[in-house]
């Protein structure tokens, strides 16, 4: 996918400067970030990014906010592996902005799709009525937040519902 060419930090590490394995978080946001919000936060969270550690160890690490919507963290344990402390930081730092924005990143029970070039965002007891009505069908695009590396993220973060995992809640 095409996602490389807007993401880049102020730490100048650029997508392409990661390797496949590069472990990757995805968090959703409960609604659409303005473009005031996201101006704000990229050098907040490229600045995370830049300053984590794990074991005293700097990270090879870049964060961004895509698509207004998903705030992502990415460590590329070549050089230093993210400890459990580690983590534990960068889900308190998300925790923390959410707090700010009165945004929850942690709901897990949204599943996104696109209309078009809209994206909408559905809930987990509401996909199966969407599917039956002709909302979505099995090549609707969802985004998989379930990623867990650079090579799934750029090879299945957009998949149609027929090729996800998010089809077993039909």
Not at 77 to 91: L, N, P, R, T, Y
């Amino acid at each position: 996918m095409q996602n490389q060419t807007i993401i880049k930090n102020t730490v100048e590490k650029t997508w392409e400067d990661f390797s496949p394995a590069t472990r990757i978080w995805i968090y959703a946001a409960s609604r659409e970030l303005s473009g005031e919000e996201v101006e704000k936060l990229n050098p907040v969270i490229a600045s995370f990014a830049k300053n984590w550690v794990s074991h005293n160890l700097q990270l090879k690490a870049t964060g961004f906010i895509l698509e207004n919507r998903f705030l992502i963290l990415a460590v590329d344990e070549s050089q230093a592996g993210a400890s459990g402390c580690s983590i534990d930081k960068s889900v308190k730092f998300v925790r923390d902005i959410g707090d700010s924005l009165q945004v929850d990143f942690f709901n897990r029970l949204d599943f996104f799709y696109y209309e078009g070039e809209k994206l909408k965002n559905i809930h987990k007891d509401q996909l199966s009525t969407a599917y039956k009505n002709g909302e979505i069908n099995d090549d609707t695009i969802f985004l998989d937040t379930l990623v867990q590396t650079k090579e799934d993220f750029e090879s299945r973060w957009k998949t149609p519902l027929k090729n996800s995992w998010i089809k077993r809640f039909l």
